[in-house]
């Protein structure tokens, strides 16, 4: 499992609308903010004491 | 038979004594006149009295339970129809003529509502002997107007409430309703499994299983979930066809707080503050288990209260033998709580902890019921809306949306560094998260021969959205987007 900050993908500027997020599957999911499970996983990881790593 | 004294008759020339008369006219008193019925009532009748083939006639209307009645009494019915009607359509006070002092099993009575009913779960008190439950003919409780105002209902005491055994119920509307949505989980009958068929979990952590089923293989645990499939023509006597799958829970690394099984209900309303019956086959590869508990999730979701959770043991004994299990769970009320974001209900079934093992599990459901039913929750016939309509509703939570090579997507230059494009797809519940893990060929076409691959994609809750980012567009330039296969993944789900 493991989590990456996202660019804006129109500007190409960092931005915190999406977050990538790889499953222990290795599927790489782009998740938008508050949307779902994932985006839970995300905030309990980042909880946790865990860095994403950067866009 | 009464017959006169001894000296009697007498015959003609008899000296009529003192004696004579005296036991004469005393017998007369004391053996014949005092047997007498009289018709001013002053004898107490001190045997049953046979009426060889007559009838009494002419008599009154019985008042009091241990008069006779009439004929007509019986035939207008008047001792058993409920009169005085007064409280609630909720809570109803009746009278009966005569008054009885006590409730007895079996016994009948003539309802017709001056009020409907609001609740599922109505009383009445007769007599004032104490309010009793009226449910439906099976033991089931009612809904709202279920009991409408004129129409004559029999109710028959069974022991502990009065079913209505007879006379037409109101409309069945809604989440009560035995004939539609009854089942609020989704996809309970396991059709659905877009996602794939077999996973490996580990640890605490809920992972998506079948698409709308989450498990877990409990701390320093490991487990496989895969799907299982019924011979067809051999399913378990009793369940409810069509059924095709059941869900395989082999826990391979046991863990000392054990797996479980669930699934998130959207909103965290359901049920608040009432009842429902949870109801699942279940069945081991082999030997016994026992079900620990089961968990009630109550999450208020993102800027929400805190969690909920309420746990009951439900008793189940799961055998390699397939039996269909209930419980009835009581759902606290969500009163002053704060509802936030992403919010639902969540059903948990525990598993055995501290042991290896492999549960099978189909036809899961849960709906609502009154919270007089009994501990083991009486549910209904699992319910089962068909292949088009679960997975029209799964489509809300998570779809896969397959891409050939015969589909070509309009794109636009949004700039000269940027193409956009969007595939619609089926409303969802929220914005998805997105995957393509079988996605090939993704190409972008413009029209100056320039070719360019995707280099990110999105959705939003109606469609996937498509960028390249690249130099030398004109914005406004249409183009295309081709795919030679795969899907893409999208996943809304709490």
């Known amino acids: 499992m493991q989590f990456q900050l996202m660019n804006d993908p129109f500007t190409g500027e960092p931005s915190d609308r999406f977050i990538i997020f790889t499953d222990d599957d290795g599927n790489v999911w782009t998740v938008p903010k508050d949307s779902n499970w ?5 905030q309990q990881w980042l909880a946790e004491g865990n860095e994403p790593l950067p866009a | 038979m009464f017959q006169l004294a001894a000296g009697n008759p007498v015959v003609t020339g008899t000296v009529i004594s ?37 009838r009494l006639t002419g008599v009154a209307n019985g008042v009091a339970a241990s008069d006779a009645a009439t004929v007509g ?17 909720d809570a109803i006070v009746a009278n009966s003529t005569p008054a009885i002092t006590a409730y007895s099993t079996g016994q009948a009575f003539l309802y017709i509502p001056t009020a409907t009913n609001t609740v599922s779960n109505p009383t009445i008190n007769i007599s004032t002997v104490g309010a009793k439950t009226i449910t439906q003919s099976n033991g089931i409780g009612l809904w709202a107007s279920a ?4 129409t004559p209902y029999v109710l028959v005491y069974d022991g502990t409430n009065f079913r209505v055994q007879s006379g037409t119920l109101g409309a069945l509307v809604g989440a009560a309703s035995p004939y539609g949505f009854r089942n609020r989980f989704i996809d309970g009958n396991l059709d659905s499994w877009q996602g794939g068929t077999s996973f490996n979990i580990s640890g605490t952590g809920f992972s998506y299983t079948a698409d709308m089923w989450v498990c877990t293989a409990g701390a320093s645990g490991t487990a496989t979930v895969s799907q299982g499939t019924f011979v067809a023509g051999a399913e378990p006597a009793g369940m409810e066809t069509p059924v095709t799958n059941f869900l395989k829970f082999s826990q391979t690394v046991s863990s000392p707080n054990g797996g479980g099984i669930a699934q998130r209900i959207e909103s965290v309303r359901n049920f608040e503050g009432r009842s429902a019956t949870l109801s699942v086959w279940l069945w081991t590869d082999s030997g016994t288990i026992t079900v620990p508990n089961i968990t009630i999730g ?3 979701g993102t800027g929400g209260s805190s969690q909920v ?3 009951l043991t439900p008793g189940w004994t799961v055998t390699s033998t397939p039996q269909r299990f209930s419980v009835r769970l009581d759902v606290p009320s969500i009163l002053g709580k704060t509802i936030g974001t992403n919010d639902y209900f969540v059903v948990v079934l525990n598993l055995p902890a501290s042991v290896t093992f492999a549960v099978n599990a189909a036809q899961w459901q849960i709906e609502d019921c009154p919270s007089a039913a009994p501990s083991a929750g009486l549910p209904t016939q699992f319910e089962w809306r068909g292949y088009a309509t679960e997975r029209k509703i799964i489509t809300r939570y998570f779809q896969s949306v397959p891409v050939t090579s015969d589909q070509v997507i309009v794109a636009t230059a949004r700039s000269t560094t940027s193409v956009l494009g969007s595939l619609y797809v089926e409303p969802m519940r929220t914005a998805a998260a997105i995957t393509s893990p079988t996605l090939t060929g993704g190409a972008i076409l413009i029209p100056s021969g320039s070719t360019t691959s995707i280099s990110s994609f999105f959705s939003y ?6 960028v390249s980012s690249g130099t030398g567009y004109t914005a406004g330039q249409s183009g295309l987007i081709t795919f030679t296969g795969g899907a893409f993944n999208l996943d809304a789900r709490l």
């Open chain 1, 38 to 42: 994932m985006w839970d996983l995300y």
């Open chain 2, 18 to 54: 003192s004696t004579w008369a005296n036991n004469t006219l005393s017998d007369i008193a004391n053996n014949g006149l005092s047997n007498c019925i009289t018709k001013d009532g002053q004898q107490t009748v001190t045997a049953n009295i046979p009426f060889n083939n007559n």
């Open chain 2, 73 to 89: 009494q019986i035939q207008s019915g008047s001792a058993v129809t409920l009169t005085g009607l007064s409280g609630t359509g």
């Open chain 2, 147 to 150: 009991l409408v105002v004129g």
């Open chain 2, 298 to 300: 109550q999450t208020f």
């Open chain 2, 309 to 311: 959770n309420t746990t």
């Open chain 2, 461 to 466: 809750q109606r469609a996937i959205v498509l």
